[in-house]
């Protein structure tokens, strides 16, 4: 019975091409947009990293006081270098690592080879089991090459095939800022969007990976200066990079991983911290510490940009417009067979034929529509980075999934805009129709 009313839509759509063709376009175009938009919407606003991201917690405490707070209350979302490094050796975490951003330069081993500026962080050996970090060769380093300042480093499989040609390179060394460091890892492919580890520096978003790690400490006594944001509520009091370690100047990150029922305590282990600080003299306010798990902290820092809402608003917004239209079109389109809608009633046909006819008449449309939203999405997706920055542009992209939602969308879409014209449909008198005719 199906192929039938196929049948008989497919012959009407045949009938009236124009109006076809434009209730096609309608819905090709207003389901492109939306979908152009949502495949940015989703990329920003995904979870990087799913199956531990409520065990990921980002701590903030506040050394500024209410003079530095926010207007909504909220401490610094960075820490001064002596909050981190008591953090670090009071270790309440399962894993937990400070971090900051460094650009050193990499000589290559081959002479004649031009130095490479990279870009990467300073971290604890922690950071990669924390994070689930991939590997392609070696691994992260240990706890005790975190003590001893190890000269050791982890680099991007990018890094590694200018360096090296691609090899495996554990143990090998490589000149970063005019001293050796011994590779002991080099990571597979890994750029986590947003880069949740970094927020604060990175504003979520980045094209680029990190192509170096290096331990905190050796960083530190190093001289590696910070290469990320700094931000001070005061003048430093001595100058350079040991004068901001001083200083109340907040540029490290941290992040922890907490089992769920160790959440409570270390929230208390900030607040005593800042209690101990006010003891002491430093503080002269009350403990006004955060403790948000990774989720949280995305939303807390606006990580998801407010264009890629806005855009998917109005394309939405254009879908909506788009059924309208179609709504209109299928109305006029069905009311003009009202004679032949007539005779069908009055040789028996019940209500419910008329409505599976017309039903599968709008779902027709709808995968037409569809078809062409695939296109016009293809090409939205090529040409959002002419109206977003590149980075957030770079994440967008056309998947099987996307493809499926465009289908079902214009299918879905289009049968809903169909269902006040059946109605209508349905309702004609045949009587009235065969007397008027």
Not at 123 to 141: A, I, N, Q, R, T
Not at 335 to 342: D, Q
């Amino acid at each position: 019975m199906f192929s039938y009313y196929l049948e008989l839509a497919l012959r009407s759509l045949k009938r009236s091409p124009g109006l076809t063709a434009l209730m096609v376009l309608a819905i090709g175009f207003g389901v492109a947009a939306s979908m152009t938009s949502w495949s940015v919407f989703r990329a920003v606003s995904g979870d990087p990293i799913p199956w531990k991201s409520a065990q990921l917690f980002v701590p903030q405490i506040d050394n500024w006081g209410p003079n530095g707070r926010s207007s909504d209350g909220e401490p610094p979302n960075a820490m001064d270098y002596a909050d981190a490094m008591a953090l670090m050796r009071g270790h309440r975490a399962k894993r937990q690592s400070a971090m900051y951003q460094i650009s050193p330069s990499v000589v290559p081993a081959e002479t004649g080879k031009h130095p490479l500026n990279v870009s990467g962080h300073a971290v604890y050996g922690e950071f990669f089991p924390m994070l689930d970090v991939p590997f392609k060769y070696g691994s992260g380093w240990s706890a005790s090459d975190d003590e001893s300042r190890a000269p050791v480093a982890v680099i991007s499989s990018k890094l590694n095939q200018k360096l090296f040609g691609g090899a495996a390179s554990v143990g090998r060394s490589v000149d970063i800022d005019g001293r050796d460091y011994r590779v002991v890892g080099v990571l597979d492919d890994w750029n986590p969007q947003p880069r949740f580890y970094d927020v604060v520096n990175s504003g979520g978003f980045s094209v680029n990976g990190d192509d170096v790690f290096l331990p905190f400490l050796t960083a530190i006594q190093t001289g590696m200066s910070n290469d990320g944001n700094t931000n001070c509520n005061a003048v430093p009091k001595e100058s350079g990079f040991v004068g901001l370690q001083r200083s109340e100047c907040v540029w490290i990150a941290f992040m922890a991983e907490l089992d769920t029922g160790a959440v409570a305590a270390y929230r208390d282990y900030l607040d005593g911290y800042a209690r101990d600080q006010q003891r002491a003299g430093r503080f002269a306010w009350a403990p006004n510490g955060r403790l948000r798990d990774l989720r949280a902290w995305l939303d807390n820092q606006h990580v998801v940009p407010s264009d890629t809402k806005v855009s998917l608003l109005v394309a939405l917004g254009l879908l909506l417009v788009c059924l309208v239209n179609t709504v209109g079109l299928l109305l006029a389109k069905f009311l003009r067979r009202s004679s032949e809608i007539g005779v069908r009633r009055a040789l028996g046909a019940p209500r419910a034929a008329i409505y599976t006819q017309f039903i599968t008449e709008a779902g027709i449309v709808g995968l037409a529509g569809g078809v062409l939203g695939l296109l016009l999405t293809g090409v939205g997706v090529a040409s959002v980075g002419w109206v977003l920055p590149k980075d957030i542009a770079a994440l967008a992209r056309v998947d099987l999934s996307l493809l499926l939602l465009t289908l079902l969308v214009a299918v879905i879409a289009t049968v809903l805009a169909g269902l006040y014209p059946t109605f209508r449909a349905s309702r004609v008198q045949p009587a009235w129709q065969l007397k008027s005719n």
